[in-house]
């Protein structure tokens, strides 16, 4: 697996409650440099960053982020604002509470609702595994399947653990046709990328796939997009 096809699959993404539009810029700038699946910010930067970046580069942003108890109205507002702010995709964060109450049928409505008005556009459920049992995990991928979302994605990043290989594992088993994979959080090496792309991740959510790049740019005159791990 080369260089290039393993950031071909990466959100670069900054979420910093900090992050200033100079940030910002600065990810939008490796994104395109890089030619990362898409840059994933906060929703008050997509408007800017869509203008920035015109066409040479995807702009995800997150709904309910980070904790997901917001009504499915307000994910809704904010899903609808992001796609007039030109967002490409949108990473929306479940509601936990409700699927711990056996509520599936809420989680289902919300996840459909947000789809359909997304339309064409991608969208991603971020259903945080570190605070699931194997069977809400599983429970999850038949949610998502049966609500037509483009992908299931493992975690915000924000919460006590990231993705790890045996979730991964585990939504392979049990999502639906149709359905791929994100794994976000604490994805830290490019043995760590390649691992969960042969899982089956489509998707990595991650800043230091770049950085690591650039690293190694730096440290190694004879870096190329073919490098291979």
Request: with cysteine; proline share 2%; aromatic share 6%.
């Amino acid at each position: 697996m080369t260089t290039q096809e393993i950031l071909a699959k990466c959100d670069h993404t900054l979420l910093s409650q900090t992050a200033s539009w100079e940030d910002i810029k600065a990810v939008l700038d490796d994104g395109m440099k890089y030619n990362t699946a898409s840059a994933c910010i906060p929703p008050c930067f997509v408007g800017r960053a869509k203008e920035y970046v015109k066409d040479r580069l995807a702009i995800c942003t997150v709904i309910g982020f980070p904790n997901g108890y917001n009504t499915t109205a307000v994910k809704l507002f904010e899903t609808e604002e992001a796609l007039r702010e030109g967002a490409d995709e949108i990473d929306m964060v479940i509601n936990i509470g409700e699927l711990k109450a056996g509520n599936t049928a809420y989680v289902l409505n919300e996840i459909k609702t947000l789809k359909h008005a997304c339309g064409d556009k991608i969208l991603k459920v971020i259903i945080e595994t570190c605070l699931l049992t194997e069977e809400e995990k599983i429970t999850m991928c038949r949610l998502v399947t049966e609500a037509g979302a483009d992908y299931i994605k493992t975690s915000t990043g924000f919460s006590t653990a990231g993705a790890t290989f045996d979730d991964i594992a585990l939504f392979a088993a049990h999502i639906g046709p149709g359905v791929k994979m994100k794994a976000a959080g604490g994805i830290s090496s490019m043995d760590d990328a390649v691992k969960f792309i042969e899982l089956g991740a489509s998707r990595l959510g991650t800043s230091r796939i770049v950085k690591i790049v650039k690293a190694m740019e730096k440290g190694e005159n004879d870096v190329r997009s073919n490098t291979t791990y």
